[in-house]
């Protein structure tokens, strides 16, 4: 069974940093390529980041470029991101994905979510 679950999520105040996690388990983790998204409530999902399973190439929204960082730990299967200088208009759930091939795309697997929230 394929499973991704989050953590790291919290409360930081506006210039802060966070590390979330995503633990990934039931699928070969270094061939698929893992998504971080969030959701902010009455938005709409927003792609963060992405490391591709097929290159190694890392991707991200034009939102948190410079911001985020994306990374991975093959021997712990965790994916990881490095959220610095965060903005109140980063508060969002978020969520990591496994897709369904090495390539950043579609997504077949969904974490649960963790909560960011980013005070002024």
């Known amino acids: 069974e394929v499973q991704l679950v989050e953590s790291g999520g919290g409360l930081v105040q506006a210039g802060g940093s966070l590390r979330l996690s995503c633990a990934v388990s039931g699928f070969t983790f270094d061939r698929y390529a893992i998504g971080w998204f969030r959701q902010a409530p009455g938005k709409d999902r927003e792609g963060v980041a992405c490391i591709s399973g097929e290159d190694g190439t890392l991707y991200y929204g034009n939102s948190v470029k410079g911001r985020f960082t994306i990374s991975s730990d093959n021997a712990k299967n965790t994916v990881y991101l490095q959220m610095n200088s965060l903005k109140p208009e980063d508060t969002a759930v978020y969520h990591c994905?496994?897709?369904?091939?090495?390539?950043?795309?579609?997504?077949?697997?969904w974490g649960q979510g963790t909560q960011v929230t980013v005070s002024s």
């Open positions: 994905a496994a897709a369904g091939s090495g390539w950043c795309g579609e997504y077949a697997y």
